[in-house]
């Protein structure tokens, strides 16, 4: 599930706004409450937006001047306040070291440990003891070890809920969410404080009924003597005045958490000895946290048996996957990259809807060499009037610019690289030096991100060929870095013995487009293609071929695809095979057939004769393949194209 942008912005706003209204009410409006939890109200509905903010009014919030000592009392409302009060500090500790590890590009188990360590140690020394050591005795060490138990189990519930949210989240299908600078990340963070909220509830709910932590407390300025409380405004304002010294004597014993705890029998709340005296057994204790620790444990083992957590930021961080991906604990970083979507926001160039690809690339002549010019870069482009793919291109079109030369001609091809990573071309079918030919890492260095490289041989084969990326074509083949190379023979008898009147190149792509991201099609689970290209259009914008009756048409079909070999069909009567791979098929063994299967990296070059006036399909014959989405527009998609035959 991909999110969009407003939503995550909208939620955002929410949070906002609800935290606007709490620290209105806490301070302006003065909400009889201790001031370390009015910080903590406000942090948690920072990271919880409108989910604290319910919390707040239907737990905390004084609804009526006066009743707040009373209004507070419920175990569960005293069970929200103990569990706001903990993870305020621990989610504060666990967030600014979720955003610090990513940026530092450390892997999501590195990443789990210092969070937890900070989040407790932020929950534990600031929030718990720092800010309660007035509570609980005025000695700040005393608060530390009267808090360290309490906030040990809340802290590991809160952990057991958080962290699988986040590693499941974070590694899942928008990889986003592992940087710090893309919205998507602060979502997951208010998700994953949300259900570390919810499963660090009940043991703090525990720990408030046996007297381990304190709830909400009501807190009411003293009322000076002689002295009217201040001019407060808002309505009700003489019931506040009436309650003036109620607020005083409710603040004397105001450390032990609301009203239960008067009926807890928990005695020792005396004006000097300040500790809390817990209602529990250590045996009891010691279960408890045993189940915390197996719950955090639970929460960490979970996700390390879904996703890779030896992964980080820096391996995978801002890549977004299709569905349908199969990724497990074992997948490779590596494999994600490979298969991730073209991120839009690096497309530099938006082609017209109607634009072409396979256009006529003209040379430079420099002392006798045909110079041509390529540059690899992201672009948009139309596979149809309504349907835009992201797409690696050769000089902005699909298939790249027809490179059209003659035997024996001397070729100097300069490729500049304008993608996000590196790339180099193959001349497919050529025989060139081997320093030529293409191969990233096997023959040459791969051409980096702004560099070129000067490709030069002679072109010594006559016949049908292509060019294509050979550093990572899984990726970049399948994102459009292809073209037709068409070498003409020198000595024009060659092909006399197939005369033609047409010459139309085909070459078959096929795309995997959803949501409006483009992965690289690829026969692998969440990998296979739902949109299919002739010469970088589907059907029914790709070319009609029109001809007259008795007119012979050449077709040279280009296994340009990645992935399926494609019986491409033709109606109303057969093809002669003349040509395999670019090598002449002898007069007396040129088969006669309507079907050929063309497969990856294939060409063959066919004659059909229009024996018939009418509409003549020239389609692949895996009907899924003449879809567009699965959906046949005007009677096919895809792969499909029309002979229109005139009389
Ligand atoms: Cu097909």
Excluded at 106 to 134: C, H, N, R, T
Excluded at 371 to 393: K, P, R
Excluded at 400 to 408: A, F, K, L
Excluded at 616 to 624: A, G, K, Q, S, T
Aim: glycine residues 10%; proline residues 6%; charged residues 20%.
């Amino acid at each position: 599930m991909l999110i969009p942008h407003w939503i995550l912005y909208g939620w955002f706003a929410l949070a906002a706004l609800s935290t606007a209204y709490v620290a209105w009410d806490n301070f302006v409006r003065k909400n009889p409450e201790e001031t370390v939890m009015k910080w903590g109200w406000v942090l948690i509905t920072l990271y919880m937006g409108p989910v604290a903010l319910a919390l707040y009014v239907l737990a905390d919030k004084e609804p009526a001047p006066g009743q707040h000592e009373e209004f507070i009392k419920p175990l569960w409302k005293q069970g929200v306040g103990s569990t706001v009060h903990c993870i305020a500090g621990d989610a504060t500790g666990i967030i600014i070291a979720a955003a610090v590890t990513a940026a530092l590009g450390l892997p999501m188990w590195i990443d789990f440990i210092v969070e937890y360590a900070a989040g407790f140690a932020f929950g534990l020394f600031i929030f718990q003891s720092l800010f309660m050591k007035d509570m609980l005795g005025g000695s700040y060490l005393g608060a530390v070890k009267a808090t360290f138990v309490p906030e040990w189990l809340s802290m590991n519930m809160m952990a057991a809920g958080m962290f699988p949210t986040m590693a499941l989240l974070m590694m899942g299908r928008d990889m986003r969410a592992m940087e710090p600078t893309e919205p998507l990340f602060w979502a997951v963070m208010s998700l994953g404080v949300i259900v570390g909220f919810t499963t660090a509830y009940p043991v703090n709910v525990w720990m408030v009924a046996r007297n381990m932590k304190h709830g909400l407390m009501t807190a009411r300025p003293v009322a000076e003597p002689g002295k009217h409380a201040d001019a407060d405004e808002r309505d009700g304002s003489a019931h506040d005045r009436e309650h003036a010294t109620a607020t005083a004597a409710a603040a004397e014993h105001g450390e032990q958490g609301g009203g239960h705890s008067q009926d807890g029998g928990s005695g020792g709340h005396g004006d000097t000895g300040h500790r809390m005296r817990w209602d529990v057994t250590r045996p009891q204790v010691a279960v408890v946290a045993l189940l915390t620790v197996l719950a955090l444990v639970f929460g960490i083992i979970l996700p390390a048996q879904k996703v890779n957590l030896t992964l980080s930021a820096d391996d995978v961080g801002g890549a977004i996957m299709p569905p349908g991906m199969i990724m497990t604990r074992d997948t490779p970083g590596e494999a994600m990259r490979d298969m991730s979507a073209i991120d839009p926001e690096l497309v530099s160039y938006t082609a017209a809807a109607d634009a072409r690809g396979d256009q006529t690339l003209e040379p430079r002549l420099e002392n006798g060499v045909k110079l041509f010019e390529l540059e690899t870069s992201v672009i948009s482009w139309n596979i149809l009037a309504d349907e835009q793919v992201q797409a690696y291109a050769f000089n902005r079109q699909v298939p790249g610019p027809r490179i059209s030369v003659t035997e024996g001609d001397r070729l100097r091809i300069q490729v500049r690289n304008d993608l996000p990573e590196s790339t180099t071309v193959h001349w497919h079918g050529l025989v060139l030096p081997n320093a030529m030919d293409g191969p990233a890492e096997i023959t040459q260095e791969p051409i980096q991100p702004g560099d070129s490289y000067t490709y030069e041989f002679t072109a010594g084969q006559a016949g049908t060929y292509f060019y294509h990326s050979h550093d990572h074509p899984d990726r970049q083949q399948a994102f459009g870095l292809y073209g037709a190379l068409i070498v003409e023979p020198r000595d024009p008898a060659r092909d006399r013995s197939y005369d033609y009147d047409e010459d139309v190149v085909i070459q078959l792509q096929e795309w995997l487009e959803r949501e409006g991201y483009t992965y690289p099609a690829m026969l692998m689970e969440g990998g296979l293609p739902n949109f299919f290209t002739i010469n970088g259009k589907a059907y029914p914008d790709t070319e009609p071929i029109r001809m007259r009756v008795g007119q012979r048409l050449r077709v040279r079909f280009i296994g340009s695809n990645n992935n399926f070999v494609h019986p491409m069909h033709v109606h109303g009567g057969p093809f002669e095979i003349v040509e395999t791979d670019g090598n002449p098929v002898p007069e007396n063994a040129r088969l006669l057939k309507d079907t050929i299967n063309v497969g990856p990296g294939e060409r063959w070059d066919v004659i059909w004769t229009a024996r018939r006036p009418g509409k003549w399909l020239l389609h692949c014959h895996i009907p899924h393949h003449t879809t567009n989405d699965n959906v046949e527009e005007e009677g096919a998609g895809g792969l499909t194209t029309i002979i229109d035959v005139r009389e």
